[in-house]
């Protein structure tokens, strides 16, 4: 079946140090590949996405590359702030046989401090 | 603006008590889901639907049931509350693909249940 693992967390980093979340994924297919961020006290908002292999997903400082050599799609960001605090989830859908159903990872808790 | 709905947003309630949590998306999504989030943050999927009167189970067995009658309108029903059924829920709901967003997934901000 398809699966997603994350690094343990928690991370807690200082406010401009960088950040690596690693994800790997296991899926039966070519999988589309997401990462999601969840605030304190709120559902999940989708960060950024690749849909193809080597595809860059980007989005408020964060990059994400689809390697499907080594089936991974690891989150970085050069400096991160404080208002990055959250917990993030790797996911992947597979559409040929989950439809649009996403797996998710079992989330990382990042703690940026001042 | 376009979004998806969560009430309440947090529930205390008696051992054995019937319980309905609301869920309503506004996006005209034809796919919606629920999961439930461990204090350890996983997420499993424990209920979705694909369209108006069909639902499934999820990958995790849930003593919760779910019903769609109409296509903005999802809820999950426990019908008898224990403290096992302590947790976060998360409603979920889905369009069709596009390149700029995927498949549009857009979560309710939750509803935290402690049943004591």
């Known amino acids: 079946g398809n699966s997603v693992t994350q690094m343990e967390g928690p991370v807690t980093l200082s406010e401009e140090a960088f950040l690596t979340i690693n994800c790997t994924y296991t899926a039966t297919g070519y999988p589309s590949l997401f990462w999601y961020v969840q605030y304190p006290g709120e559902g999940l908002q989708l960060l950024l996405k690749a849909t193809k292999a080597d595809d860059k997903g980007s989005n408020k400082g964060f990059e994400a590359t689809y390697r499907k050599e080594t089936t991974s799609f690891h989150l970085e960001k050069g400096s991160v702030q404080v208002s990055d605090s959250a917990v993030y989830f790797c996911a992947l859908s597979l559409m040929e046989t989950s439809g649009s159903r996403l797996t998710f990872g079992e989330g990382t808790q990042l703690t940026v401090n001042p | 603006e376009a979004d998806i709905y969560q009430t309440p947003r947090y529930l205390v309630i008696g051992t054995g008590k019937k319980i309905t949590l609301e869920c309503s998306q506004t996006?005209?999504?034809?796919?919606m889901y629920w999961y439930q989030q461990d204090p350890g943050m996983e997420l499993h999927l424990i209920h979705y639907s694909y369209g108006v009167n069909s639902t499934e189970k999820g990958d995790l067995s849930s003593e919760s049931t779910v019903s769609r009658i109409r296509t903005e309108h999802f809820p999950l029903t426990l019908e008898s509350a224990r403290p096992s059924h302590t947790s976060q829920y998360l409603c979920?709901?889905?369009?069709?693909?596009?390149?700029?967003?995927?498949?549009?997934?857009?979560f309710g901000s939750g509803t935290r249940l402690t049943v004591v």
């Open positions: 996006m005209g999504h034809d796919k």
């Open positions: 979920a709901s889905s369009g069709s693909w596009s390149e700029n967003r995927g498949y549009g997934y857009t």
